[in-house]
């Protein structure tokens, strides 16, 4: 009796185990370590397949961006999607906790309900991914990657338009092997994941416990060779110690082929990339054995095995993996060897493309950063800035407010401006959050026109600052020693800081220190936190005339006579010209330095060394005493520019300082000679890498030119939006367009700007400047200026980088000479293969280039009004720059498929002029020679 309890005992422990083996999956982690976000749901919920879902409103609590889409009548999914118009910073991330050295598939479910027009990028982390555009009603974009911090983040970077989304879904792999550890700094995209199971819905959980979606096949596809057929297998029963990646519903069904069994994928991306190819075998036809179903493998035709044996070795089923390089199209092909009675075989398989990931933001500035922004944030929960804050502080693209730069490798914040609060939703008040100090590589600090209070923290003695901006907030106590005493510190400004002590210790270093309490009354101080900047108001220029003249008097009375020495007539190493405006806007210094003649001979060799020629006069190549090389440019006697021209530019580029804008270093004016001295482009200009010498010599690729025109583009709007006072150049061209060591665009030659009329001026100038070819026609029939003179010129400058071609050139064929004129009609008839630059044909994306040209064509509209001002022609090219550094595959399929997303913007017609309206300047000037 006893031994037949025992017995049944056993045998009931034996099917306890085995319905645990049957519940409980060995290979990867349960729902309840899955993350699942609704985005906009109004409550957590659990959908039919046992997931959980939270919704996102922990992390973005606004609902103003929430819509339900209307989609198809047979979707039954979740239908709502969050949309992030932009109020400030330049991406949304989500925050999802991960668990460092662990591997995660992460996904994100798009859906467009035709509400609004977007393309945006998707990062994971700071590594792009995939774009997404509203032109397709829903994308779904998964990844694969290991967890480098125990954070990660999902971005999704503005482009045009609002970015949007709908789910989010972070599932841990476990004992899923997708071999990260041979790739340790990429994220795998998925291209696909098929099996060939014969039912209507896609397989995933519960049956695929890691929630892998595999798509389903029911029928073959008519690319997947000749003769293929299905063969199922209701019951899997794996042989050997072979584990299953895939569930047993994958398994079920093969694809066949007597002979030859062909894969095909189209529509990759055309660049180069690696992509890892996951094959999974399983013997459906349990009467084959060992030897009876052999074949080879083939990759984009390379044999990677041989003579592969879905039963050899004990067991029925088998696992691949192999890399491949492809670009455009990657096909799979399995071909029967000869001897094997059957033909080969796949259940499924899964193709991944390799993108490096790219290194983060240092990690010091990054907890730092987070420190300043959670001391902020205590008494500015209200401010909107803090919504664009979330993420890597500088890339995929930095923050509101900061600047990064690259050091060792690693992006490192180099300048925090949090200045005028009342642009981010309310001024910035509290104390002045003492973690800044601790940015290692910080150089620049703005943080006034806020409401900031309390004392000025201490700074560490190794700090690299050059300028602190603390004016208009309400801080109190004295300065302390730390700050005053900063090796680099050049600007430090505490202007209208009532309670800051006025006594200055006798330890300062001398930098430029701007104090006092004039001109800070409430009612003023208010109207300079809403015209922040350096000061170009009325009358700065003929303060710095004056200045100037002191200058020029002094250095004429009192320099040394007798034997030339260089470094004695490196005339005031730090001179600086503080230009604030009538109004004592923010003060701002620029160094200009002043240069002896003999200095100037001295630095060029006596002008041996020939690198242009102006209208200006000559510009010759030299070298300073600090090893700096300078372009120097030189009068001529005969130039048709004179002392205007030199006296404006010197004093335009004394008030005004961009990174896309050739900085003027220095001049000199002796002996009759009017010199100016720039840091030396070692690129050269636009139009000679377009089609002069250098171009001959290394041709300017679409991504270089896209991102130079961006430069140019943002120089162009620093000038439009200078002080409250627009600068218009008057002579943007290709040639005042030049390029430093690092291919950086920076706009030139300003001796022809000048500031716009303002109400009351008159908006007729005497004389029209610019050059043949570049001008505005409204501007030259009508003699009336406006800073769409400049963007109509830009226009050109586009269709310049676009076409390679001169945009003026009488010795082609007649319709030719005007590059504007020529190129209209192919954009009208949607030919612009016709017109591109031969040199850059087929290496360049079709819709970042087609941005590019609607930018330029609205720019060459006939009538000012009908043009973009340079602050939206920016975001254009942001766009454009944004879509081909990130590369996806709905572009590509709309390229392969013949669709044309831009039919809309081909509608459009350039009316033939009429007797109203400006003409070309062709038909009103014979074409001179460009000045």
Same mark, same amino acid.
């Given at each position: 009796?006893?031994?037949?309890?025992d017995?049944?005992?056993?045998?009931l422990?034996?099917f306890?185990?085995i319905c645990l083996?049957?519940?409980?999956?060995?290979?990867?982690?349960?729902?309840g370590?899955f993350?699942?976000i609704?985005?906009?749901?109004?409550?957590?919920?659990?959908?039919?397949?046992?997931?959980?879902?939270?919704s996102?409103?922990?992390?973005?609590?606004?609902?103003?961006?929430c819509? /339900?889409?209307?989609?198809?009548?047979?979707?039954?999914?979740?239908?709502?999607?969050?949309?992030f118009?932009?109020?400030?910073?330049?991406?949304?991330?989500?925050?999802l906790?991960?668990?460092?050295?662990e591997d995660?598939l992460?996904?994100? /479910?798009?859906?467009?309900g035709?509400?609004?027009?977007?393309?945006?990028?998707?990062?994971?982390?700071?590594?792009p991914?995939?774009?997404?555009?509203?032109?397709e009603?829903?994308?779904?974009?998964?990844?694969?990657?290991?967890?480098?911090?125990?954070?990660t983040y999902?971005?999704?970077?503005?482009?045009k338009?609002?970015?949007?989304?709908?789910?989010?879904?972070?599932?841990?792999?476990?004992?899923?092997?997708?071999?990260?550890e041979?790739?340790?700094?990429?994220?795998?995209?998925l291209?696909?994941?098929?099996?060939?199971?014969?039912?209507?819905?896609?397989?995933?959980?519960p049956?695929?416990?890691?929630?892998?979606?595999?798509k389903?096949?029911?029928?073959?596809?008519?690319?997947?060779g000749?003769?293929?057929?299905?063969?199922?297998?209701?019951?899997?029963?794996i042989?050997?110690?072979?584990?299953?990646?895939?569930?047993?519903q994958?398994l079920q069904?093969?694809?066949?082929?007597?002979d030859?069994?062909?894969?095909?994928h189209?529509?990759?991306?055309?660049e180069?990339?690696?992509y890892?190819?996951?094959?999974?075998?399983?013997?459906?036809?349990?009467?084959?054995?060992?030897?009876?179903?052999?074949?080879?493998?083939?990759?984009n035709?390379?044999?990677?095995?041989?003579?592969?044996?879905?039963?050899?070795?004990?067991?029925?089923?088998?696992?691949?993996?192999?890399?491949?390089?492809?670009?455009?199209?990657?096909?799979?092909?399995?071909?029967?060897?000869?001897?094997?009675?059957?033909g080969?075989?796949?259940?499924?398989?899964?193709?991944l493309?390799?993108l490096?990931?790219?290194?983060?933001?240092?990690?010091?500035?990054?907890?730092?950063?987070?420190?300043?922004?959670?001391?902020?944030?205590?008494?500015?929960?209200e401010s909107e800035?803090?919504?664009?804050?979330?993420?890597?502080p500088?890339?995929p693209?930095?923050w509101?407010?900061?600047?990064?730069?690259?050091?060792?490798?690693?992006?490192v914040?180099?300048?925090?401006?949090?200045?005028?609060?009342?642009?981010?939703g309310?001024?910035?008040?509290?104390?002045?959050p003492?973690?800044?100090?601790?940015?290692?590589?910080?150089?620049?600090?703005?943080l006034?026109?806020?409401?900031?209070?309390?004392?000025?923290?201490?700074?560490?003695?190794?700090?690299?600052?050059?300028?602190v901006?603390l004016?208009?907030?309400?801080?109190?106590?004295?300065?302390?020693?730390?700050l005053i005493?900063l090796?680099?510190?050049d600007?430090?400004?505490?202007?209208?800081?009532?309670?800051?002590?006025?006594?200055?210790?006798?330890?300062?270093?001398?930098?430029?220190?701007?104090t006092?309490?004039?001109?800070?009354?409430?009612?003023?101080a208010?109207?300079?936190?809403?015209?922040?900047?350096?000061?170009?108001?009325?009358?700065?220029?003929?303060?710095?005339?004056?200045?100037?003249i002191?200058?020029?008097?002094?250095?004429?009375?009192?320099?040394?006579?007798?034997?030339?020495?260089?470094?004695q007539?490196?005339?005031?190493?730090n001179?600086?010209f503080?230009?604030?405006?009538?109004?004592?806007?923010?003060?701002?210094?620029?160094?200009?330095?002043?240069f002896?003649?003999?200095?100037?001979?001295?630095?060029?060799?006596?002008?041996?060394?020939?690198?242009?020629?102006?209208?200006?006069?000559?510009?010759?190549r030299?070298?300073?005493?600090?090893?700096?090389?300078?372009?120097?440019?030189?009068r001529?006697?005969?130039?048709?520019?004179?002392?205007?021209?030199?006296?404006?530019e010197?004093?335009?580029?004394?008030?005004?300082?961009h990174?896309n804008?050739v900085?003027?270093l220095?001049?000199?004016c002796?002996?009759?000679?009017?010199?100016?001295?720039y840091?030396?482009?070692?690129n050269?200009?636009?139009?000679?890498?377009?089609?002069?010498?250098?171009?001959?010599?290394?041709?300017?690729?679409?991504?270089?030119?896209l991102?130079i025109?961006?430069?140019a583009?943002?120089?162009?709007?620093?000038?439009?939006?200078?002080?409250g006072?627009?600068?218009?150049?008057?002579?943007?061209?290709?040639?005042?367009?030049?390029?430093?060591?690092?291919?950086?665009?920076?706009?030139a030659?300003f001796?022809?700007s000048?500031?716009?009329?303002?109400?009351?001026d008159?908006?007729?100038?005497?004389?029209v400047r610019?050059?043949?070819?570049y001008?505005?026609p409204?501007?030259?029939?009508?003699?009336?200026?406006?800073a769409?003179?400049?963007?109509?010129?830009f226009g050109?400058?586009?269709?310049?980088?676009?076409?390679?071609r001169?945009?003026?050139n009488?010795h082609?064929?007649?319709?030719?000479?005007?590059?504007?004129?020529?190129?209209k009609?192919y954009?009208?008839?949607?030919?612009?293969?016709?017109?591109?630059?031969?040199?850059i044909?087929?290496?360049?994306?079709?819709?970042?280039?087609?941005?590019?040209?609607?930018?330029?064509?609205?720019c060459?509209?006939?009538?000012?009004?009908s043009?973009?001002?340079?602050?939206?022609?920016?975001?254009?090219?942001?766009?454009?720059?944004i879509?081909?550094?990130?590369?996806?595959?709905?572009?590509?399929?709309?390229?392969?498929?013949?669709?044309?997303r831009?039919?809309?913007?081909?509608?459009?017609?350039?009316?033939p002029?009429?007797?109203?309206?400006?003409?070309?300047?062709?038909?009103?000037?014979?074409p001179?020679?460009p000045?």
């Amino acid at each position: 009796m006893m031994k037949e309890f025992d017995y049944w005992v056993l045998r009931l422990i034996e099917f306890s185990i085995i319905c645990l083996l049957i519940l409980v999956p060995s290979t990867s982690a349960d729902e309840g370590s899955f993350v699942s976000i609704a985005c906009c749901t109004e409550s957590n919920y659990t959908d039919s397949r046992n997931i959980s879902w939270i919704s996102d409103y922990n992390q973005f609590p606004n609902a103003t961006g929430c819509h /339900t889409i209307q989609s198809e009548a047979d979707y039954s999914g979740y239908n709502r999607s969050r949309a992030f118009y932009q109020n400030s910073g330049q991406k949304r991330c989500y925050k999802l906790s991960t668990e460092k050295g662990e591997d995660y598939l992460i996904r994100a /479910t798009f859906l467009f309900g035709h509400i609004w027009s977007s393309s945006f990028s998707v990062s994971v982390g700071v590594t792009p991914i995939s774009v997404v555009d509203s032109s397709e009603d829903s994308a779904v974009v998964e990844g694969i990657f290991r967890a480098t911090e125990d954070n990660t983040y999902l971005c999704l970077v503005y482009g045009k338009g609002a970015p949007y989304i709908s789910e989010l879904e972070l599932r841990p792999l476990q004992n899923l092997k997708y071999y990260l550890e041979d790739f340790p700094s990429s994220v795998l995209k998925l291209v696909t994941r098929n099996s060939f199971a014969i039912t209507k819905d896609d397989i995933r959980y519960p049956n695929d416990t890691s929630d892998r979606i595999w798509k389903s096949n029911p029928s073959a596809d008519p690319g997947t060779g000749t003769g293929t057929y299905h063969i199922s297998q209701p019951n899997v029963s794996i042989s050997g110690n072979a584990t299953a990646s895939p569930p047993v519903q994958v398994l079920q069904t093969a694809l066949a082929a007597p002979d030859r069994l062909l894969l095909l994928h189209n529509g990759l991306p055309t660049e180069s990339y690696q992509y890892l190819v996951f094959l999974y075998f399983y013997e459906v036809d349990r009467t084959v054995q060992a030897g009876e179903r052999v074949f080879d493998i083939f990759l984009n035709d390379e044999l990677k095995k041989r003579r592969f044996d879905v039963s050899g070795n004990g067991s029925n089923y088998k696992e691949l993996s192999f890399t491949v390089t492809a670009n455009g199209s990657l096909n799979l092909t399995l071909v029967k060897v000869s001897g094997s009675e059957n033909g080969p075989i796949c259940n499924a398989y899964e193709i991944l493309q390799v993108l490096p990931w790219r290194p983060e933001t240092n990690k010091s500035d990054v907890e730092v950063i987070l420190e300043v922004r959670n001391e902020v944030l205590k008494s500015n929960q209200e401010s909107e800035v803090w919504e664009g804050w979330s993420g890597d502080p500088c890339l995929p693209v930095p923050w509101d407010g900061i600047t990064c730069e690259s050091v060792a490798g690693y992006a490192v914040i180099t300048v925090l401006d949090l200045s005028s609060g009342i642009q981010r939703g309310g001024f910035l008040k509290g104390p002045v959050p003492s973690s800044i100090t601790k940015l290692t590589y910080l150089r620049v600090l703005n943080l006034s026109h806020n409401d900031f209070t309390g004392n000025i923290p201490a700074f560490l003695p190794s700090s690299l600052l050059t300028s602190v901006d603390l004016s208009f907030n309400d801080l109190g106590g004295s300065l302390p020693i730390s700050l005053i005493s900063l090796p680099h510190l050049d600007i430090l400004n505490i202007r209208c800081n009532p309670h800051v002590a006025k006594d200055i210790p006798s330890s300062f270093n001398g930098s430029t220190l701007t104090t006092g309490q004039e001109s800070c009354s409430a009612q003023e101080a208010s109207n300079q936190r809403i015209i922040i900047g350096a000061a170009a108001a009325s009358g700065s220029l003929l303060l710095t005339i004056v200045v100037g003249i002191i200058f020029y008097t002094w250095r004429r009375h009192f320099l040394p006579q007798g034997k030339f020495d260089m470094k004695q007539h490196h005339m005031t190493k730090n001179l600086i010209f503080s230009l604030p405006s009538m109004d004592d806007l923010v003060m701002k210094s620029i160094s200009i330095e002043t240069f002896t003649l003999e200095y100037i001979e001295a630095a060029t060799q006596r002008y041996k060394t020939l690198i242009g020629e102006g209208g200006f006069g000559s510009v010759y190549r030299g070298t300073l005493i600090d090893g700096q090389e300078v372009a120097v440019k030189v009068r001529s006697a005969t130039s048709t520019q004179g002392t205007r021209e030199f006296e404006n530019e010197l004093n335009l580029l004394s008030a005004i300082r961009h990174e896309n804008l050739v900085p003027l270093l220095g001049y000199c004016c002796e002996n009759d000679q009017e010199i100016l001295v720039y840091p030396f482009m070692s690129n050269g200009s636009l139009q000679d890498r377009l089609y002069g010498e250098a171009a001959k010599r290394k041709i300017l690729d679409w991504p270089t030119r896209l991102s130079i025109a961006l430069g140019a583009a943002r120089g162009l709007t620093h000038l439009h939006n200078f002080a409250g006072r627009c600068i218009i150049h008057r002579d943007v061209k290709s040639s005042n367009i030049l390029l430093d060591h690092s291919m950086t665009a920076k706009v030139a030659d300003f001796g022809f700007s000048k500031y716009a009329p303002q109400e009351g001026d008159s908006c007729a100038s005497l004389e029209v400047r610019g050059t043949a070819g570049y001008l505005d026609p409204e501007y030259y029939m009508t003699h009336h200026l406006s800073a769409k003179s400049d963007v109509f010129s830009f226009g050109v400058v586009l269709l310049e980088i676009v076409c390679g071609r001169e945009p003026l050139n009488i010795h082609r064929p007649r319709p030719e000479w005007s590059l504007v004129e020529w190129a209209k009609p192919y954009v009208r008839e949607s030919k612009i293969d016709e017109i591109v630059d031969p040199n850059i044909k087929g290496a360049y994306h079709a819709e970042a280039m087609w941005r590019v040209v609607e930018v330029a064509l609205s720019c060459i509209e006939p009538f000012a009004a009908s043009r973009p001002n340079m602050i939206e022609i920016v975001r254009e090219l942001e766009d454009a720059l944004i879509i081909e550094n990130n590369a996806s595959e709905y572009m590509r399929s709309i390229e392969s498929s013949g669709s044309n997303r831009f039919s809309m913007v081909m509608e459009r017609r350039i009316p033939p002029p009429t007797p109203s309206e400006p003409s070309s300047i062709l038909s009103q000037m014979a074409p001179p020679e460009p000045r």
